[in-house]
């Protein structure tokens, strides 16, 4: 049993007698410990690309086909894939990236339905709390990959842009995989966001749309071509107060 384990054990409704505020100081070492050995297992996997996209897109999609193969050009290049660990988009990622040379990671979720582990992890780790799961996309990834998707898929774009536009985060490659899914979206930016001064124009800079496998794996090599993808000790320590 996991320390992790242990302590999230030691806080669950089965345990009537404790108080409220006991409960929640018990769930606060839980976290620690879900944070610790997340850290601890992927501190090897660098540089690595988190790819994102929907749970629920079936094996025999484009989607699907596209995302397996970015993965399987990162992977043999030499990136550890991270993805969400379950179905859909990023099974196909994980997928690709275990048949390629380098490690295919796994961060899944515990949710009341659409998810459960795929097949092809090398590395895998489970979370309780969606925001120590999203720090850890985050913290060890030098690019973000983002398929078509949903609500979810949404949800860590605009955390990564909003990370990157505010400082929060070291700047990274964003890129949108699929120009006709995004392309209205992107629009819609333009002509309300910007025209609304709800952002800067300077902002669109922060992701690119790009639709072949080979241009997502060049895109990410450009970025990284005159620095390498070690972070620097600035990085390091706002990576470290993220």
């Known amino acids: 049993m996991s ?9 669950g409704t089965d345990l009537p007698e404790q108080s409220s505020s006991a409960k929640e ?5 839980g976290i620690m410990a879900e944070f610790v050995e997340a850290t601890e297992r992927l501190n090897t996997i660098q540089p690595a690309v988190s790819i994102f996209g929907s749970a629920r897109t079936p094996s025999d999609h484009p989607h699907y086909k596209l995302a397996e193969q970015i993965a399987r050009q990162l992977s043999d290049a030499g990136f550890s894939v991270i993805s969400g660990g379950g179905p859909g988009i990023m099974e196909a990622a994980n997928k690709g990236a275990f048949s390629g040379r380098s490690l295919s990671v796994g961060l899944n979720i515990q949710l009341p339905h659409e998810q459960h582990n795929n ?15 999203k720090y850890m996309f985050v913290k ?7 398929m ?3 609500f979810g898929t949404l949800d860590e774009l605009m955390e990564a842009l909003t990370l ?18 995004w392309g209205g979206m992107l629009d819609w930016f333009r002509q309300v966001l910007i025209a609304e001064n709800m952002i800067s124009a300077g902002d669109m800079d922060l992701v690119q ?3 072949e496998p080979h241009q997502v794996v060049d895109a990410i090599f450009k970025y990284y071509e005159t620095r390498g993808f070690e972070p620097s000790a ?3 320590e706002i990576q470290l107060n993220l």
């Open 119 to 133: 097949a092809y992890q090398d590395v895998s780790r489970t979370f309780r709390h969606f925001f120590a799961r």
């Open 140 to 146: 060890f990834a030098t690019a973000y990959v983002v």
């Open 148 to 150: 078509p998707g949903g």
């Open 25 to 29: 100081s018990w769930r606060v070492f």
């Open 209 to 211: 749309l790009i639709d």
């Open 164 to 181: 990157v536009q505010t400082g929060k985060t070291r700047k990274m490659p964003i890129i949108l995989v699929c120009s006709d899914f």
């Open 3 to 11: 320390a992790q384990d242990k302590l999230t054990g030691a806080f």
């Open 234 to 236: 600035v990085e390091r």
